[in-house]
């Protein structure tokens, strides 16, 4: 009887490894396959058809992972848009399963479901007419005395969440949120200029409140060294946050290609140079050069996105005005193909620019200012925030419209501790009790200010309020 039930389940057994065997040479040969938007629908279908058979016949006597019945619930809704689609999916279940981490880890089906068109739910190669909102704010900082207020005695740790409190409904509002992080996570001690390194919790907190990539090639990169590259990348990989510019080793150079709601971004970043320090030895930070950035669009068209996207840490501190080479870089880029240039250094804000190159709306923010920092000067205690909405129809994607919005940092002094929160413009006249009369003034300032100054110089580009804020 032992016998008999030996060569039952060792019977069973192979049975099972064989189904496993089999249904891995389904899944691999399909993701070695290409597809493109010219097959019938039947053909994408069958590719789905083997993807559940894997899905079902995959788990050993019969029970499936947690990580199958995630992918298998939305899998059904997955649109293929081009023919790197597929390998995606497929490449990141085998990723995701590979890792056997916690449920907290399986974020694949949340990328299956921000490539499905709304309320689409047929397989099919012809894109849906969508939009996606594209938001832009100017230099995340960290100077010491927002790293001193930003500690709580209670748990003997930091935490920024409040500096974000009033901003937070319009970043998280937009499809994808942008921001040039402008210091490292290097560990202690914490500082801020003129070697930034600010505590890992900023970067769980600006997931939190909404941010979804961030800028890292700056003056600042090379901060902290090595370490602080590293450092820097490992936090923002694991709490999520996408990210380009600097990089651990020439192989991992790469442009940030970001799919939204069946539209595909191609985003690169370029700095000026890292205030005179060495970048480390197989590390890279990018840096501008005309060379370079062309390598880099011409790397982003070869993978078919919809919107090239350059962000560049460039131009004169505190001027308000665009430099020639500024102005010379951003037709480059316009003219080798980028459609959306974001500026920043410059700490305040100069002019935007929506026009028509070559037939093709594009769209260029000299500097969008300081979106958070301990600069207290005129012009220099705020931002502006970029709007942007693209538009597919007929599966031709285009930038469609373009608006600003102003912030202005808030010192708050009156109070027991300092501390520091980002005020959306549309609060002035609503926050009577919390702001002193010399606190009203300075954002009554700033926004005259900056009003007057885009006002008279953007193009194409008028002042709105796409969230609600309040």
């Known amino acids: 009887m032992k016998a008999k039930f030996t060569v039952v389940f060792f019977f069973a057994l192979f049975f099972s490894l064989s189904l496993r065997s089999q249904n891995y040479k389904i899944y691999d040969k399909i993701s070695l396959e290409s597809f493109n938007p010219s097959l019938k629908k039947k053909h994408i279908k069958h590719s789905f058809d083997a993807i559940t058979l894997w899905l079902d016949s995959e788990p050993f006597f019969g029970k499936r992972t947690i990580a199958q019945n995630k992918i298998s619930d939305s899998v059904s809704n997955f649109i293929i848009t081009d023919e ?7 490449s990141g279940i085998k990723h995701r399963i590979s890792l056997k981490k916690t ?14 068109c709304k309320g689409d739910t047929s397989f099919s190669s012809t894109l849906c007419d969508t939009d996606l909102s594209l938001l832009f704010v100017g230099d995340i900082m960290q100077h010491k005395p927002q790293i001193t207020a930003a500690f709580r005695s209670d748990s003997l740790d930091y935490d920024f969440l409040d500096n974000f409190k009033y901003i937070t409904p319009i970043l998280s509002e937009a499809d994808l949120s942008f921001g040039n992080l402008e210091l490292t996570f290097g560990g202690k001690p914490y500082q801020g200029y003129p070697r930034f390194s600010s505590p890992d919790i900023l970067a769980d907190n600006l997931r939190e409140v909404g941010f979804d990539v961030l800028f890292t090639a700056n003056n600042h990169s090379c901060d902290r060294g090595e370490k602080g590259i ?13 990210h380009t510019g600097t990089f651990l080793s020439k192989k991992d150079e790469r442009p940030l290609i970001i799919r939204k709601k069946g539209i595909k971004l191609g985003v ?58 500024q102005v010379r870089l951003a037709n480059f880029c316009f003219e080798k193909g980028a459609d959306i240039v974001i500026g920043s250094h410059p700490h ?21 200012g300081n979106f958070i920092s301990n600069q207290r000067d005129r012009y220099r205690d705020g931002g502006a925030t ?15 419209t373009v608006n600003y919005l102003l912030s202005w940092t808030w010192k708050e002094e009156n109070v027991e501790k300092i501390n520091y929160k980002i005020l959306p413009g549309s609060l002035y006249g609503k926050m009577e009790d919390s702001l002193s009369t010399a606190d009203r003034k300075k954002f009554k300032k700033f926004l005259n200010d ?6 008279k110089e953007n193009i194409g580009v008028p002042e709105g309020h796409y969230f609600n804020a309040e």
Not at 103 to 116: A, H, L
Not at 353 to 365: D, I, P, Y
Not at 450 to 455: A, E, I, P, V
Request: one cysteine or more; proline letters at 2%.
């Open 386 to 400: 970029a709007l942007i909405k693209l538009k597919r129809e007929s599966g031709n994607v285009k930038l469609d």
């Open 348 to 368: 305040v804000i100069q002019k935007m620019e929506l026009k028509k190159t070559k037939g093709k709306k594009r769209f260029v923010a000299y500097s969008l």
């Open 268 to 325: 690169l970043n370029y700095t000026y140079g890292t205030n005179g320090l060495p970048i480390p030895e197989n590390q890279v930070v990018n840096l501008i050069d005309t060379v370079s950035i062309e390598k880099g669009i011409n790397k982003v068209k070869q993978q078919n996105c919809d919107q090239i996207i350059v962000c560049l840490h460039w131009g004169w501190e505190y001027k308000r005005s665009p430099n020639s080479e």
């Open 230 to 242: 590293s450092n820097t990348i490992n936090v923002l990989d694991s709490t999520g946050l996408l």
């Open 84 to 90: 790197g689609d597929i390998d995606e999916l497929l």
């Open 450 to 455: 900056s009003k007057k100054l885009l006002d």
């Open 103 to 116: 449920e907290k880890s399986w974020m694949v089906t949340d990328v299956i479901k921000e490539w499905r």
